[in-house]
Structures are given as structure tokens and as C-alpha cells.
């Protein structure tokens, strides 16, 4: 029912102050008529009258008055009914039909349920929605949000009934969620709790993204029950061929171990794998006994030539950080002087090299200085001793960016922060103090700097700024050149500081990987958000676009083709949207099962700016199927800390004896009130119009101007 109370003005105008307006607008208009003496009694009066209420109406608008109806709304208790939507309410073990016995359990509920109260159904598996078509193809059961969402609706419902097996495969415990309900859980359980056996492959660890001859291990977690002292085997497929298998042995009646395999690749490209485990007698499905998923292969490590020109413990230290790297393939060679090496003459090799690290500066106008000028490989010039005392650091500028003008002497220094200063990939490391790093050497002289090039950082003599630089970069269209103008950094390596040791590695890292990176290299990358989907999710992916300069490109469209297997025409083709920076994304749809390669294109003005490839894995999802036995134990914990009952026999006429006793067969009732303002009435303007119309023809009646 509905019920209406008016209240005019109150609290907003007391009625003492209405009256006072009242009688304040009639005198104003009897003293604007009382010298008016000729006028019929009636005639004055009637004129005072239409003044003072026009008056009166205008005043009381302007003070913005409202009324206010308040509405009690009653209705039948209600009661929330959650119904568990996921894959595993569907496995069918022992005397559990699957969906056939969870409808039986359901239309038994209905014809129970009491007339008194109001049943507002929501079915969930990760999060609760409105409804009760059940189709049991939810992937994933997170109990926690269903406790979650009980407690935002706890004020519209006496009491929560939950169907589900209690089998939680995502989120945190319930039971957390569930201590702060102040209203009754009553579970139903549903499913079946006798042991099945099964195996299941419960996940594969693996890198998405390896290089040539580089050895990759996939290991594979294999999960059982119910097979205590049989035998399986694991079989591993590289393109659809067997290429390893690994038995094993269940020595427990429930256990989980690691299988592990190893590839390497020849050729780079993209190759899918399948791990398969074929089903032993008597197993409960075969839907969790196979994982597929692909690698991606980069062509070839990154090589690497680290060119000494004297011993030195920094050139240890930097070639020790190198070759922590399982991408690099570090080639070392020192001069010795009188065209010695130790180690192979780089001149003699017929590889390209991805990088050259310069330890120091050969003399001026040798064959070894000529060598190193005229290549266009990326350069890494880190500063020794003697590189200060020839004329080499002169000559070289064009190769390391910088020259020095006359001999100085060495001094110890110390890096400039440069946190929070210029942003440079070079500068990106974590933050540390730089007052308690070790102190380096570099020399005193005149520096000149290259037109092309960059000076990132400084150094700092007893704490004061110097004009000696310290990281300076040259990125051009060719190549990219970093020149490290101090030495000293074994101290940093051999230091007993956690922070100085990750300083030092994360710079000469990020020295490493950008000067090795040519600028041209992969203008755009694509790949999925994550490494794999399933069915009944949408396929999101993302890409990363970096104009001819190395900038970040907002401007560009990108398309991108989705293939199912070698079929030559697109399955769906679509546009990416642009997200932030570089970044682009786009939602392309749900798909079956299987491994699908998408390319995509960026254009900008008719010009191509690049163009990208990768795969993306769709799977079943079988998370729900390996536990399907029903845990009563937590949907009894769920159904006591909150008052509740746990239905084990599915008593529904001992439910609604329950119901009644905790809810009142009294409706609840439910107040609001609205609120109208009179000024936001357009009929009060035309009364007040129709009062001085009145008036002014009274007036005009009796001849008055």
C-alpha cells in the first residue's frame, strides 16, 4: 500500500512567519488603495485582495518553500536463492545425474516453497546475476562473492539459500565473507561426495617466448586420484608429433608430481605443443588429460662481442653480467698489442655481431682502430684507464660521442642522481641512495659532446656538480651508441650492498639491451593479454606501436586478422583502439577450442608503419573438473557461522518450518519521502498573471490608471 502525507512548508517556513507574510502583503495593498475613497466598498476590497495574493504568492516563492509526501511501501518478506551455475554441477558420478538430478532437487524446492514469502532467484559461478536458467557451463565457482553479494542485499531479504556442491575454484575462502552476514545461509547441497578416479594435467610451465638453439624446459603438473600403484604414460607433441613420453607412478591413492621436458629450436617461428595423458580403465573423463599451448621463437641470440684493450676487473665484471643472459652469446677478445689477442681476432669473423662492447680505446691510426670506425654495429664503450692517455678518446668521437681536449688527471667521483630527471630506457632502474654507492674514476678535461648525442647523467667531484659526463647515448637511424665515461664497477659488483649489486646490474643491463636493440627493430608487437583462454571467454589482445624515430605512435590504425590454422582467409578481421601512449587493444570474440595465429598491420597516412604476428591459445576449461567431489564440510561451515541450516538430506519441509520460526509473518514496510518544490511549478507564475489581470481590468473597470 500506498500512503500520502503532505506537509506544507515545514520545516523550510513556521507557520507563525507564513501568517506574518500574509498579513504583511494585505497591508501593502490596502495602504496602496486606502486613499482611494470614491471606490465601492466592494470595488476596494476586491482590488486589496487580488494585490495582497499576488504579493503573497510571489513572497512565499521566493523564499523557495516545499512539501513533502512520504510513501510506505509494504510487502512479503523475501528470501534470496543463489543456484550454483558451474561445469562441475554437470559431472555426472555415483548417484549424481548432473543436471537431470539438479533440476529434480529444484522442482522439489518449488513445490515446497511458502506462499508468505517472495523467492528472488540469482545463479553464479564467478559472480551472482538475476535469473534461473541454469545451463552449467559456468567456468570457474567463486562462493566469495556470492557471501559478498548477500551482504549488499542484506537489507532486502530475511534469510539466503544456496545451491552448490561447496567446490570453490576461484577466489578467497567463503568463509571470511560469510562472519560479517547478519542474516541466515541455509545450503543445499547438490552433487555427490563418493571418490572417483581421475587424471587430470592440472597445468603446464613453460616461456612464451624463447630464441634459437637455446634449450627450454616445460614442465607439466600432473594431478590423480584413485590410481594408487598403476602406471601412466605422458606423452609431449611438438606439431602434432610425438617427440618424448615419460611414465610415471602413482605411488599414492591421491598425489601430484612434475613431469619435465625439453626442447630446442633450429628455426625461429611459432610451434604449437600438446601435452596428452592417454585415460587408464575406468577413469572419470578425459577432458583434463591434455594441455595445448605454443611458443614463440625469436631468431637467434643476440651476439655479442665484449673487445678488450687491457686487463682490467671491470671487464670481468661486464662480461660475467653478459653472460647471465641466456639470449646473449658473448664472444670475448683482448688486445694484447703487436696484433695479439686473446682470445679470436675479430676481423676474422664471419657472423655479423649484434653488438660491440668497447673495454677502453685502441691507438689512434692501427688497423684494430681503423676496423672499429668503419662498422656500423651498435656500440657499448665503457671507459679504462688508459683510454684517457692517447690519442684515441680524440679521434673516436664519432664512434663514442664525445671527444676530450688535452691530458687531465684522474679523480674519484660520483654518479649525479639522475631519478626523476631525464626519461631515458638507459635510466630506468630502481631507486637507490646515491651518496652510498662506491666511488668511480673518471678523468678532468675539456668534454665535447657530439652534435647527435645525448649526455644522460653526470658525476659529481666531493659532492659537487662537474662537467665531466657521465652516460651519454646517440640514437640515430642506424644504429644506437651508450658511452660509460668512468670505471671502477667491480666495486659495485663485489660490494656486500643488495642495492649497489642491483644498480649495477640493471644499468649495464639496460646499457645492454638498448644499444644491442636496432631502431628499426619491431615497430609494432602484438600478443594476447594473457596465454590462454577458454571457451566461454572473450579473446582480448594488445599491441605496442613505435613511429621510424623509436616515439610512441597514437595516430595509426591498426587491423588485425584472426586465422584458424593454415586456412589462407581470415576467420574475423578487426580494429584496434587506441588505450594510452603506444598502447592499442581490442576485444576479438569468443572462440572454440584450439590455436589461432593473428597478424596485424599498422598504417598511418597511407605508409606502412609495421606489421606483427602471434598466436593466440583457446582451451576447454578444466579447472572445475578436477575436483567434482562435493565438499559438505565448507557448506556446513558456511550455513553454522551464520545462523543457518545445512539441508544434508535436502529437509525442505524442515526448511520452511525454519522459515517461519525467523520471519515474521508481518509485511515488511518501507518508507521514502519526495520532495516538490513549488517554485519549479509553472502554474503558481500563471495564478500570480491571472491575479494582476484581474486587477488591472478591475482597475480599468472603474476607470483608475
Do not use: C
Not at 499 to 519: A, D, K
Not at 612 to 640: C, G, H, P, W, Y
Amino acid at each position: 500500500m500506498i500512503y500520502g502525507f503532505f506537509f506544507f512548508f515545514i520545516p523550510v517556513l513556521p507557520a507563525l512567519f507564513i501568517i506574518l507574510l500574509a498579513i504583511i502583503s494585505l497591508f501593502i495593498a490596502w495602504w496602496s488603495y486606502s486613499h482611494l475613497q470614491v471606490l465601492k466598498k466592494s470595488v476596494k476590497w476586491g482590488l486589496i485582495t487580488l494585490r495582497a495574493s499576488s504579493l503573497f504568492i510571489l513572497i512565499l516563492l521566493l523564499l523557495n518553500p516545499f512539501i513533502t509526501r512520504q510513501v510506505s511501501l509494504t510487502d512479503s518478506p523475501a528470501v534470496a536463492v543463489y543456484l550454483d551455475n558451474s561445469q562441475s554441477m554437470s559431472a555426472e558420478r555415483g548417484e549424481y545425474e548432473g543436471l537431470q538430478t539438479y533440476q529434480g532437487i529444484l522442482e522439489e524446492f518449488e513445490t515446497l516453497k511458502m506462499d508468505q514469502l517472495t523467492y528472488d532467484s540469482f545463479i553464479f559461478d564467478d559472480l551472482a546475476t538475476p535469473g534461473d536458467n541454469l545451463t552449467l557451463n559456468g567456468i570457474r565457482t567463486n562462493i566469495s562473492n556470492v557471501m559478498e553479494h548477500i551482504l549488499e542485499n542484506e537489507t532486502r531479504y530475511r534469510a539466503a539459500i544456496l545451491f552448490s556442491d561447496g567446490i570453490i575454484t576461484h577466489g578467497r575462502n567463503p568463509v571470511f565473507a560469510a562472519q560479517n552476514l547478519s542474516i541466515p545461509v541455509i545450503t543445499v547441497p547438490v552433487g555427490d561426495t563418493t571418490t572417483v578416479r581421475d587424471i587430470a594435467v592440472a597445468g603446464v610451465e613453460y616461456v612464451q617466448t624463447g630464441y634459437t638453439f637455446t634449450r627450454q624446459t616445460i614442465r607439466a603438473e600432473v594431478q590423480q586420484e584413485g590410481f594408487e600403484g598403476e602406471e601412466a604414460t605422458v606423452f609431449f607433441l611438438k606439431e602434432g608429433e610425438v617427440t618424448d613420453r615419460e611414465p610415471i607412478q602413482f605411488s599414492a591413492a591421491s598425489s601430484s608430481q612434475i613431469v619435465e621436458f625439453f626442447v630446442e629450436f633450429d628455426e625461429p617461428g611459432f610451434y604449437d605443443f600438446e601435452i596428452h595423458i592417454p585415460p587408464l580403465p575406468g577413469e572419470f573423463t578425459d577432458q583434463n588429460n591434455r594441455e595445448v599451448f605454443s611458443i614463440e621463437i625469436l631468431d637467434d641470440k643476440t651476439r655479442i662481442l665484449s673487445l678488450a684493450f687491457e686487463v682490467h676487473p671491470d671487464v670481468a665484471s661486464i662480461r660475467r653480467l653478459i653472460a647471465t643472459d641466456q639470449q646473449n652469446e658473448l664472444i670475448t677478445s683482448t688486445y694484447l698489442g703487436s696484433n695479439r689477442f686473446a682470445g679470436d681476432d675479430p676481423r676474422n669473423t664471419r657472423e655479423p655481431f649484434d653488438l660491440i662492447v668497447l673495454h677502453g680505446l685502441p691507438e689512434a691510426g692501427t688497423p684494430l682502430f681503423d676496423w672499429i670506425e668503419v662498422q656500423d654495429t651498435p656500440l657499448l664503450y665503457t671507459a679504462l684507464p688508459r683510454s684517457y692517455q692517447h690519442k684515441g678518446s680524440g679521434e673516436m668521437s664519432g664512434v663514442i660521442g664525445f671527444r676530450t681536449q688535452g691530458s687531465g688527471s684522474s679523480v674519484n667521483v660520483q654518479i649525479d642522481n639522475f631519478l626523476g630527471g631525464i626519461s631515458h630506457p638507459l635510466l630506468e632502474v630502481e631507486a637507490v641512495n646515491f651518496q652510498r654507492l662506491p666511488s668511480l674514476i673518471s678523468y678532468q678535461s675539456v668534454y665535447q659532446i657530439s652534435p647527435a648525442s645525448q649526455e644522460l647523467a653526470g658525476l659529481l667531484f666531493q659532492r659537487l656538480e662537474t662537467e665531466i659526463p657521465f652516460l651519454i647515448a646517440v640514437d640515430t637511424s642506424v644504429r644506437r651508441i651508450a658511452s660509460v665515461n668512468a670505471f671502477g664497477w667491480f666495486r659495485f659488483e663485489q660490494n656486500q650492498q643488495v642495492e649497489t649489486r642491483r644498480f649495477f646490474t640493471q644499468l649495464f643491463t639496460n646499457l645492454v639491451s638498448w644499444t644491442s636493440t636496432p631502431p628499426d627493430q619491431r615497430r609494432l608487437t602484438i600478443e594476447p593479454v594473457k596465454s590462454e583462454f577458454n571457451e566461454n571467454e572473450e579473446v582480448e589482445v594488445r599491441a605496442f606501436l613505435f613511429n621510424e624515430r623509436g616515439e610512441p605512435e597514437a595516430e595509426a590504425l591498426i587491423t588485425v586478422d584472426v586465422f584458424d590454422g593454415n586456412i589462407p582467409e581470415p576467420l574475423n578481421s578487426f580494429r584496434m583502439n587506441h588505450s594510452q601512449n603506444e598502447a592499442y587493444s581490442v576485444g576479438i570474440g569468443n572462440y572454440p577450442q584450439g590455436i589461432y595465429r593473428i597478424e596485424a598491420r599498422a598504417i598511418k597516412n597511407d605508409r606502412e608503419i609495421g606489421t606483427a604476428e602471434s598466436r593466440v591459445n583457446v582451451r576447454q576449461s578444466f579447472i572445475e573438473f578436477l575436483t567434482t567431489k562435493r565438499d559438505d564440510a565448507l557448506l556446513e561451515t558456511l550455513a553454522e557461522i551464520t545462523g543457518g541450516r545445512f539441508l544434508e538430506s535436502h529437509q525442505f519441509d524442515d526448511l520452511h518450518a525454519y522459515l517461519s520460526e525467523i520471519i515474521s509473518s508481518e509485511p515488511d514496510e518501507i518508507f521514502s519521502e519526495n520532495f516538490f518544490y513549488l517554485h519549479r511549478s509553472g502554474a503558481w507564475f500563471l495564478l500570480v498573471v491571472l491575479l494582476l489581470a484581474g486587477e488591472w481590468l478591475l482597475r480599468r473597470s472603474v476607470s483608475l490608471p
